[in-house]
């Protein structure tokens, strides 16, 4: 019982992360970032497949028990995590280059990708990233059976090991790291996944309309 939940949450992020590494390999065989721009949709339409095939099963997204305070508090987190990505982004707070997507052809902005993109990052990536980081790793560190471990009870080695692999994880590996202090703050004291899922939706979001407003695709 307790491997298939686990394997119900770790796989989703590893079908995302190999995308990941498929797209840097074939680029390092001399494909143009232009012409992996369809990996994407890919990418995505792969991990919300087993999302939508394992649904019955994440018992922690059963029922939005969220009120109008832990509801604001959580789109104000999402917010202010956003502001503060934007801002540490200085040279040694990063890792390496971010390539970056760019999703113009010939100067013109394909719209399509556009929101598949915003989409992606705003509606799938949070539930997958919240149900493999929160829900699985912090409560799995201190307790194989890691769906009756309340997050309340999350240790302070649980906390950081998370916060600190979930910032490598990124290019912005500080940003990183905030945000993800932010999500595991909201999910120790809401006790409802649904928190850091919204908290992380709205950053991605916001994040998207700010990188097409202003050309900032190095962000993507």
């Not at 990418?43 to 832990?70: D, M, N, P, Q």
């Not at 760019?102 to 990708?113: F, H, K, T």
């Not at 945000?179 to 939706?201: D, F, K, Q």
Request: glycine letters at 8%; a positive charge; charged letters at 15%.
């Amino acid at each position: 019982m307790v491997e298939r939940a686990t394997l119900q949450r770790v796989a989703p992020f590893l079908a995302y992360l190999f995308f990941i590494f498929l797209a840097d390999m074939l680029g390092r065989l001399g494909h143009a970032l232009h012409e992996l721009r369809w990996l994407y949709a890919l990418k995505i339409g792969v991990v919300l497949g087993l999302l939508l095939y394992w649904r019955r099963s994440y018992t922690e997204l059963a029922s939005f028990a969220l009120g109008a305070r832990a509801i604001a508090v959580a789109l104000m987190t999402g917010t202010v995590v956003f502001l503060l990505w934007i801002c540490l982004d200085t040279d040694w707070m990063s890792i390496g280059k971010a390539d970056g997507f760019d999703p113009r052809n010939d100067g013109r902005i394909e719209w399509s990708l556009v929101l598949l993109r915003i989409a992606g990052a705003a509606l799938v990536v949070p539930v997958m990233e919240e149900l493999f980081w929160r829900s699985f790793l912090l409560r799995w560190l201190d307790a194989a059976d890691f769906l009756a471990r309340a997050p309340r009870l999350a240790s302070a080695r649980a906390f950081v090991v998370s916060v600190l692999l979930f910032g490598i994880e990124h290019n912005l590996w500080l940003a990183g790291m905030v945000a993800g202090a932010a999500y595991t703050v909201l999910y120790m004291r809401s006790g409802s996944l649904w928190s850091p899922i919204l908290a992380h939706g709205v950053t991605n979001g916001v994040l998207g309309l700010w990188i097409i407003s202003g050309g900032h695709w190095n962000y993507w």
